[in-house]
């Protein structure tokens, strides 16, 4: 089937009503656009964009400037982003890649943390390269037009291989994303301002497609957390594995130990499961970690949670 009409419509759509203004549309740098394609995975684009990106660029202009880095400085400027796997990824990246990334999307898969929608969104941004890029967003968009309730991966790649813009692959996966950010929406979308609505299969009833999966409960979990603190510092220890890891945590409190107090309790919501931190007051020094002065506290990289702790013993 010939889209060019699509295309057009598209096209001129995109010119009155495409975010224009984000900073990451204003330049070929790959290391600024992967750097927002990074932070735009699990993070809304205004909250990048208020408290983040320009932050963590002023910080690391470039990516030799990440290389450079210790992984410690790395992860205390994403703070607050979430998801620290991102951040470890742009630091691994880092250490192969600099001083330039490549725009190559066969390369870019190469490196850690870069999947085919990340590589393919820094080579049609970048350089313009004819590839089509595959957000959230779009896989909505591709089964309400194909009128798919469900599609595999497999399928949403070729699907979005069909109606890619190959003359003009930057204005149309730049539209794709903003369409379905303001138009396409999850659950009320605005077909009557849709420039693919000539051609779409699922406009009659587009709640339908895709089908949504049913969420299960989260999980709830609790972890014993020891507060051993002197008048100086607070007793902490560095997180190892994936998720995590390389933050500052405060240490587990050992089961053998009886004599601790209970000084209160934290909750924290994460992707997958609810986490219920219960705080005990101990003396016990023989656990792993390093005393950290309660200045140094706001300077180490630590989780959302850790912040919630600080807050309820009231060291910030």
Not at 128 to 141: G, T, Y
Not at 170 to 180: E, F, L, S, T, V
Not at 254 to 283: P, Q, R
Request: hydrophobic residues 35%; proline residues 7%; aromatic residues 8%.
């Amino acid at each position: 089937m010939n889209y060019s009409d699509i295309h057009t419509a598209i096209r001129e759509w995109y010119a009155t009503n495409g975010r224009h203004d984000l900073p990451w549309r204003n330049t070929d740098d790959p290391y600024i656009i992967y750097i927002s394609e990074m932070m735009l995975q699990q993070t809304q684009v205004k909250t990048v964009l208020d408290r983040h990106f320009h932050p963590f660029l002023k910080r690391f202009p470039t990516l030799r400037h990440i290389k450079e880095a210790k992984l410690d400085d790395v992860l205390h400027a994403w703070q607050g982003l979430g998801y620290y796997r991102r951040a470890r990824y742009i630091y691994a990246t880092a250490q192969i890649a600099a001083p330039k990334l490549p725009t190559d999307p066969a390369e870019l898969v190469k490196l850690p943390g870069i999947g085919k929608s990340t590589a393919h969104a820094i080579a049609a941004f970048s350089s313009h390269r004819p590839v089509a890029v595959l957000d959230a967003n779009v896989k909505r968009i591709l089964c309400r037009f194909f009128a798919k309730k469900s599609a595999a991966p497999k399928a949403l790649w070729e699907m979005a291989e069909v109606l890619l813009d190959r003359k003009e692959p930057y204005i149309y996966n730049q539209a794709m994303m903003d369409i379905g950010s303001t138009v396409c929406t999850p659950k009320s979308p605005s077909c009557h301002l849709c420039p693919l609505q000539s051609g779409c299969m699922g406009q009659s009833d587009p709640i339908r497609f895709p089908q949504k999966r049913v969420k299960k409960p989260r999980p709830v979990r609790y972890r014993k957390l020891a507060c051993v603190r002197n008048e100086t510092g607070l007793l902490m220890r560095q997180r190892k594995g994936e998720l995590l890891g390389g933050l500052w945590e405060l240490p587990e409190l050992d089961e053998m130990e009886t004599t601790a107090e209970k000084i209160g309790e934290v909750t924290h919501e994460y992707s997958h499961f609810k986490l219920v931190a219960e705080l005990y007051e101990s003396n016990n020094r023989n656990l792993p970690g390093t005393l950290v002065t309660y200045e140094n506290l706001t300077t180490i990289p630590t989780s959302s949670l850790e912040k919630k702790i600080f807050e309820k013993l009231k060291l910030l």
